[in-house]
């Protein structure tokens, strides 16, 4: 209910209005991320660790995308808690796994073998999100938080320490990391110009498969965390919210999924597979897996139906 929204107590229009965004905006996500699994599980886009990061990644904004659509300006209680909890631990995971990429990325210029992360990926981007997900209980500071349940706004100290520290730390890293990257991916194509060797050709491939499509991730979520951050920083320092601010940070806070969901639609290579042909196809293969293509001539030249040629070939 509104009148439990602590980011605007005196005009609760301006919490509808938010929570109407907040809904609307996850459910985009929401979708997008649902539209990502189909691809994914059609085109079985997941024999290869860099699509599974792609995957995990999904599931994690999808879960995160519900956590905001549910979510709502509650009193502090258990219900309230319990969506704390839910959100903070689904933010928790999508950062993680926003952050296994970005290592997956730096292995895979450094030529490691990454597949034997994947376990590790999991510990982490899972087990850290409960551990940091539940101590905010220790000292009972889940409640209502402007238009959803989080940590409340007179609890600054939990909230730097438990999320927007290690997020701007987090984020710093992943920043300067993909700076690195990205520059060492040019630097790198431009010493290939002009030369070919089997080495070089396998490094090409490797930088085309397992680097390229995991870029534009980390990029997104830097983005769009942006302004959550500024306006967290912003409420730290003063007890009068901003509207235009406010209402951009629940914005971005669940647009994830839907970002993610144009980026992998226009990627090169599956937007080749985006046409009615290939959807077809696919959908054949995976409704009849054993359904084998045959290709038979078509022009009458190559066949000859004759009953005394047919003799003389047995």
Known sequence: MAKYCTA???????????????????????????????????????????ERLIFYLTIAALLDSVAYIVGGVR??????????????????????????????LYFNLRMMKTDRFEKFYHVICWGLASVMSVLPFISDVYGPSGVWCWIGSEYTVWRFATWYVPLFLLICLMFGMYLYIRVTVQKTVRTWEGFYDPDTERKRQMMSEEIKPLVIYPFIYLGLSLFPLIDRIENAFSHHAVFWLVLIHVICSPLLGACNA????????????????????????????????REYPTYPGNIDNSEDTLHANL
């Open 8 to 50: 605007f107590p005196d005009d609760f229009s301006k919490c509808e209005t938010l929570i109407i965004a907040k809904r609307a905006v996850a459910s985009l996500s929401l979708i997008g991320c649902i539209f990502m699994l189909f691809l994914i599980w059609l085109f079985k886009k997941y024999q290869y660790l860099t």
């Open 75 to 104: 009193e502090d209680g258990p219900q309230c808690e319990f969506e704390a909890f839910f959100l903070s631990f689904f933010d928790w995971s999508v950062l993680l796994w926003v952050l296994c990429i970005v290592f997956n």
């Open 262 to 293: 144009i980026a992998y639609a226009v990627d090169r290579e599956m937007l080749s597979r985006l046409n009615w042909q290939s959807i077809r196809t696919a959908w054949q293969t995976r409704n009849n897996p054993s359904a084998v293509i």
